[in-house]
């Protein structure tokens, strides 16, 4: 069974940079497609950027975030910078094999920016 764990999220302000980690355990990350979506207040879950064959990055957020994958770490990251208040929500990361409506999910890590 596969697991996802989050971390680095936190309290910023407008321009500043965060570095988010998935660590996943029970299968290697390079089996999957991994992806970074983000859930605001009241707002409905939104993909942010994926990694596979190829990369997707949503247009809110290309130019300033990167996402990558250590394989060694079995870990990816999702370097956001530039962040603006808009970007606040909780950033969760998946692993897809057949499409993200049967993802395993992280349980998230919440990012918050003041203007």
């Known amino acids: 069974q596969v697991q996802l764990v989050e971390s680095g999220g936190g309290k910023v302000r407008a321009g500043d940079s965060l570095r988010l980690s998935c660590v996943v355990s029970g299968r290697a990350v390079s089996e999957f497609v991994m992806g970074w979506f983000r859930r605001a207040p009241g707002k409905e879950r939104e993909i942010v950027a994926t990694?596979?064959?190829?990369?997707y990055y949503d247009d809110s957020v290309k130019g300033r975030f990167t996402i990558s994958t250590d394989d060694a770490k079995n870990t990816v990251y999702l370097q956001m910078n530039s962040l603006k208040p808009e970007d606040t929500a909780v950033y969760h990361c998946?692993?897809?094999?057949?499409?993200?409506?049967?993802?395993?999910w992280g349980q998230g890590t919440q990012v918050t920016v003041s203007s």
């Open positions: 990694q596979g064959t190829y990369t």
């Open positions: 998946a692993a897809a094999s057949s499409g993200w409506d049967t993802a395993s």
